[in-house]
């Protein structure tokens, strides 16, 4: 008797994070969403297949039969959060959206992914109604803010998982960790690299340095005349490095969050040895994501940069998978783990 694929739908897909790291475990997209026309061919270039459009307009009877639900929703305002809770409080929301498909389809596995200040929007209220309203659905909810340093990525960036099982409950406990990289390992040795000029920027005194608990060492800033007046001393650098556009890393430690609004790509390094500063380049910054080599970006370079910024994280991800499909899913399943997630390779 042949195995059945775990089949699952990738919702809010932008570029495919999800659709990659599900596709390593050898299951099966069945129904992909997206709104946004630019992320859709960068989309279909990867994968082959476009996303349909607006979620509002996709009527849950229409999508196919599934498994795993994977959705990294935007955070919108719930603005009648904490007057009755439940299913109907959600209504208006792209969440409430995604309820549709859950409650018309019941999947086994529900997968969202936020920001990790969803926790605390409008004083919790917000994420109290996301979790009764799974609940309600008949799922047992478990949720965890994860670091994607801790799955073999270069970059420090929390997000929020929610996953929702029925009949079971996941245990992020059964997720394995990795050893982080350092910017060092994700580096371009070739390319067009753009350098600042030794008058751009100033470093830190050595007495100020020191490696945070997330590994990102910060090293010095960008000269930006932002105020001098009454600024404290030895405080001189903190008028200039408050804005991340500013701010230099040393490419010995993990790098910040990277951030979709920042379309310009002004993320600066330190490269010891040579004794320079540069901007990463976008493809560095798609390998911080954990995207391979071959991964196919948008032409657009503001595009490129707010796709990325936009993403999951690969490693991450794709950790998960492998954790939820070992917890949820029966040996009458066909399952293909890579046992390397640093490694990952299109493969479709």
Known sequence: MSKAIIRFIDLFAGIGGFRMSFDRCGCQCVFSSEFNEACQKIYEA????????????????????????????????????????GFNDTRGTLFFDVCRIIKEKQPKVVILENVKYLINHDKKRTFKVILSTLEELGYTVSHKVLDSTKFGVAQCRERIIIVGVRDGKFEFSDMQESAPLTIRDILDEDGDFEYLDKSEYTLLDTKYIRQQKTGLIFIGYRNKNIWNKGVRPNTEYLSRCHRQPNRIYSIDGTHPTLPSQETSGRFWIYIPEKDVVRKLTIKECYKLMGYPDNFIIDTNKGNAYKQCGNSVVIPMIHELAKSIIRQCFTKEYHVKFTTNNRQLKLNF
């Open 46 to 85: 990867n994968y082959g297949e476009k996303p349909q459009g607006d979620i509002t307009k996709i009527d849950a009877k229409d999508v196919p039969d599934f498994d795993i639900l994977c959705a990294g929703f935007p955070c919108q305002p719930f603005s009648i959060c904490g007057k009755k809770m």
